[in-house]
């Protein structure tokens, strides 16, 4: 399990050797970006449009998930990945990936719109997954079954993500009512669902039709984020190849992380990486806990 602290360490000596954007180098027009929907959501689609404005080079956005942006990125079958967890540094297809921090999302616990439930804390989480909580009346709302929504497999961008903050167990497994293949399927039925239960980014939960529970009285919004009053954030990437050396890449990666694209990034509703540094260090307390809370 690679650690959060060297992961983070890592990012940040990449921002703060970041320099001034300059023209990017004549050749082909277009950059294939690929990964997580949660980052496209949250910065990405609007950074691809400030960039092509400013250079002409078109960033084609394409889908897959973040295992796909991770792991598509360091074979070099695309430019630029999407993700929303650490690679895996003893995986052979994601020990060539090079991981930059650009933003902050936070994993959003979602419900029916109509649920009655406001705040859950993060024990009442935990029991959640781990089966022990199994019906809403234990979390204060009706006399009715919890249907849990959770992610096929267990290296997703939120599952993975899930296992480190809450269980530092990435291995942990979860007993769903429901297994779905990505986040767009898990909101959509908790849309309709009005006993529905999942996790997901907050950068997607806030464009669907839910509810969004507080955790420990505190919203997973850009201030409670940014500060790190909201327990459960986590970077959000852009990934490339390591070693393959593309400027085209790079000065899209230092654009990112610009004054400029931090500018963009904002607009969009999202904490850039650089605004919140201090969250590193927090995060790792946040993993301490998940560690001494146990199993």
Same mark, same amino acid.
């Given at each position: 399990?690679?650690?959060?602290?060297?992961?983070?360490?890592?990012?940040?000596?990449?921002?703060?050797?970041?320099?001034?954007?300059?023209?990017?180098?004549?050749?082909?027009?277009?950059?294939?970006?690929?990964?997580?929907?949660?980052?496209?959501?949250?910065?990405?689609?609007?950074?691809?449009?400030?960039?092509?404005?400013?250079?002409?080079?078109?960033?084609?956005?394409?889908? %897959?998930?973040? @295992?796909? #942006? =991770?792991?598509? &990125?360091?074979?070099?079958?695309?430019? $630029?990945?999407?993700?929303?967890?650490?690679?895996?540094?003893?995986?052979?297809?994601?020990?060539?990936?090079?991981?930059?921090?650009?933003?902050?999302?936070?994993?959003?616990?979602?419900?029916?719109?109509?649920?009655?439930?406001?705040?859950?804390?993060?024990?009442?989480?935990?029991?959640?997954?781990?089966?022990?909580?199994?019906?809403?009346?234990?979390?204060?709302?009706?006399?009715?079954?919890?249907?849990?929504?959770?992610?096929?497999?267990?290296?997703?961008?939120?599952?993975?993500?899930?296992?480190?903050?809450?269980?530092?167990?990435?291995?942990?497994?979860?007993?769903?009512?429901?297994?779905?293949?990505?986040?767009?399927?898990?909101?959509?039925?908790?849309?309709?669902?009005?006993? %529905?239960?999942? @996790?997901? #980014? =907050?950068?997607? &939960?806030?464009?669907?039709?839910?509810? $969004?529970?507080?955790?420990?009285?505190?919203?997973?919004?850009?201030?409670?984020?940014?500060?790190?009053?909201?327990?459960?954030?986590?970077?959000?990437?852009?990934?490339?190849?390591?070693?393959?050396?593309?400027?085209?890449?790079?000065?899209?990666?230092?654009?990112?992380?610009?004054?400029?694209?931090?500018?963009?990034?904002?607009?969009?509703?999202?904490?850039?990486?650089?605004?919140?540094?201090?969250?590193?260090?927090?995060?790792?307390?946040?993993?301490?806990?998940?560690?001494?809370?146990?199993?």
């Amino acid at each position: 399990m690679r650690s959060l602290g060297i992961t983070f360490a890592a990012g940040l000596l990449g921002v703060l050797a970041s320099g001034a954007v300059v023209a990017a180098p004549a050749g082909d027009a277009t950059l294939v970006w690929a990964g997580c929907g949660i980052t496209k959501k949250a910065f990405m689609k609007e950074l691809a449009a400030a960039y092509e404005n400013k250079t002409g080079i078109h960033i084609d956005l394409k889908g %897959g998930g973040a @295992t796909k #942006g =991770i792991r598509n &990125a360091a074979n070099g079958s695309i430019h $630029i990945g999407g993700a929303c967890r650490v690679s895996m540094e003893k995986d052979e297809l994601e020990k060539n990936a090079e991981q930059v921090p650009v933003a902050w999302d936070a994993l959003a616990v979602i419900v029916n719109k109509n649920n009655p439930v406001d705040n859950i804390t993060f024990q009442q989480l935990r029991d959640v997954y781990k089966g022990k909580i199994t019906n809403w009346k234990q979390l204060g709302g009706r006399d009715v079954p919890i249907e849990l929504y959770v992610r096929r497999g267990k290296i997703s961008g939120v599952g993975y993500m899930l296992r480190e903050l809450v269980f530092a167990n990435y291995e942990m497994e979860f007993t769903g009512t429901h297994v779905v293949k990505s986040s767009g399927p898990l909101e959509k039925g908790i849309v309709k669902n009005p006993n %529905g239960f999942g @996790t997901t #980014g =907050i950068s997607s &939960a806030k464009r669907r039709d839910v509810k $969004i529970l507080k955790l420990e009285g505190k919203k997973p919004n850009y201030e409670n984020i940014k500060k790190g009053d909201y327990l459960l954030y986590r970077p959000l990437y852009l990934v490339r190849q390591r070693g393959r050396g593309d400027p085209r890449v790079d000065e899209f990666i230092k654009f990112a992380l610009s004054n400029e694209g931090k500018a963009v990034i904002r607009k969009a509703g999202t904490v850039p990486y650089a605004d919140a540094l201090v969250l590193v260090m927090k995060q790792l307390d946040q993993y301490k806990r998940a560690t001494a809370q146990g199993l």
